[in-house]
């Protein structure tokens, strides 16, 4: 890509995420279609052992085998997810600056610190989500507390105490009110974490300097990520939408017929998801790394720095001084390019 080192509005940041994802398409649908094609092909397996099951007899085994296949691969889902947005950020970063990216070098360059990306992400989302996650768990257990103490779930059919599911009521909506403030501070945690995994891929930070850093670049620009974010989100959605309408209905269909989706169609489902997935998921996370450079742009004169290494003059101690991050690029892995790679 021909960089061209300046602060960008929203509108020309959306413009140039649009024109990086398509002149590098197959690189970054790469990237991300080997989270996809785990998902697929854990997916598959659910759906085969699922059907097996069913045509043996054996429905009532059904939820204990999809509980315990959820535990066994929610966190094989969560590295995999977390390695496929590192691999995607490291990508972007370096074909933003004009140097060569492959899919191979993207996924090798992150490997040896796949561990602090996930500890990133494990405290930016505990943090993020703590106020939620703790009025949903009182919620819960007041809920059962008071409702099995007053025989609410014993006898559902006889209606139990009238004052007591009244009491349940008025605490529901209490959760209710009560979770309009914890999202606003979810929504406003995540814009200020939202550059993190960047800045931890680019300038090689520890998980928590890599969040107070995205707290400062974030800094009086929340509001332009929350936008450029929430379009991004609805070409997501509405391309997902395009792609799983039929099995939508399909669904809607066969439960109105109290029958499931016949096995072909599920595995189509799954396939069309394979590549909605692989297509539309690099889109935020390269979007937020060129706001990544842009707030960098505006508060630390990163063209400037870049500029200057380019000519092969000294800046970290310019960058020290100047109270900015020292500029650090690791060069992609010396590996022979691959079909799927891209080099702009």
């Known amino acids: 890509m021909e960089t061209n080192l300046r602060p960008l509005s929203l509108g020309e940041i ?16 790469g990237i991300a279609s080997v989270y996809a094609g785990i998902v697929l092909v854990l997916n598959l397996v ?25 535990l066994l691969i929610f966190p094989l889902l969560i590295i995999c997810a977390g390695a496929a947005v590192a691999a995607n950020n490291r990508a972007v970063a370096w074909v933003y600056l004009s140097q060569p ?45 008071y409702g099995g103490s007053k025989g609410l779930f014993a006898h559902p059919a006889a209606g139990g105490d009238p004052k007591a599911a009244m009491v349940l009521g008025c605490a529901t909506g209490i959760f209710v009110l009560l979770c309009i403030p914890a999202v606003i501070y979810a929504i406003v945690m995540a814009l200020r974490y939202s550059l993190a995994v960047p800045a931890l891929v680019v300038e090689d930070l520890k998980a928590r300097k890599a969040l ?16 450029m974010g929430l379009l991004i989100s609805i070409i997501q959605i509405g391309l997902a939408l395009v792609t799983q309408i039929f099995f939508v209905i399909a669904a809607f269909k066969a439960a109105a017929h109290h029958g499931v989706l016949p096995l072909w169609v599920q595995v189509a489902q ?44 000294t800046v970290p101690a310019l960058a020290a001084e100047a109270g900015a991050a020292p500029l650090n690029v690791p060069e992609p892995p ?7 790679s891209a080099n702009e």
């Open 46 to 70: 659910q759906i085969g052992v699922t059907s097996l099951l069913t045509s043996l007899h054996m429905a009532k085994e059904l939820p204990l085998f999809l509980g315990g296949w959820l």
């Open 14 to 29: 959306l413009d140039r995420t649009a024109q990086l994802y398509r002149n590098n398409f197959i690189l970054f649908a």
């Open 270 to 313: 799954q396939i069309v998801g394979f590549f909605t997935n692989s297509f539309i998921g690099p889109m935020y996370a390269t979007g937020l790394t060129l706001f990544y450079y842009d707030q960098r742009i505006r508060k630390e004169g990163f063209d400037i720095e870049w500029m200057m290494q380019a000519a092969g003059m």
């Open 101 to 145: 990216a492959s899919i191979r070098g993207a996924y090798l360059s992150i490997l040896p610190r796949l561990g602090r990306y996930l500890w990133l992400m494990a405290i930016a989302a505990f943090i993020v989500y703590l106020p939620f996650g703790v009025i949903f768990a009182v919620y819960l257990v007041f809920v059962f507390a």
């Open 212 to 227: 107070r850093r995205s707290v400062e670049l974030s800094r009086g620009s929340l509001g332009r990520i929350f936008v």
């Open 334 to 340: 010396s590996a022979p390019e691959e079909p799927g």
